[in-house]
């Protein structure tokens, strides 16, 4: 799943979840449960890590995987999705053609 399909299932833009990974803002409570509820995990999960026993999972948590996945996915980022998320840190994006 690519950042821009991600986004439009849990109603924010690509450019909300660029904040999230890298100025940590946090996502709203409402987002939070689509989040959780796309994923397939509890809300509890996604701010622990932890199952609902209290156990910590072992190796690598499923909070990691999901982690990986969405981040990973910010490679593939559409041209408008890119330039949506630059304007979103505040600057002006300018292209034209060669020539």
């Known amino acids: ?5 991600f986004a439009k299932l849990i ?4 450019a909300a979840i660029w904040h999230w990974e890298n100025k940590g803002t946090v996502p709203r409570n409402g987002t939070v449960d689509a989040i959780a ?10 701010q622990t ?5 209290g156990e910590a999972h ?3 948590t499923r909070y990691g ?14 041209l408008e999705e890119l330039v949506r998320a630059i304007e979103a840190k505040g600057f002006e994006v300018f292209i034209k053609t060669r020539g």
Request: charged share 25%.
């Open 65 to 78: 995987e999901i982690r990986g996945r969405v981040r990973s996915a910010g490679t593939e980022l559409s």
């Open 58 to 60: 072992n190796g690598e």
């Open 49 to 53: 890590g932890k199952q609902s026993n």
């Open 37 to 46: 509820e796309v994923l397939g995990v509890s809300r509890s999960y996604l």
């Open 11 to 14: 109603k924010v833009s690509p």
């Open 1 to 5: 799943m690519n950042v821009a399909k």
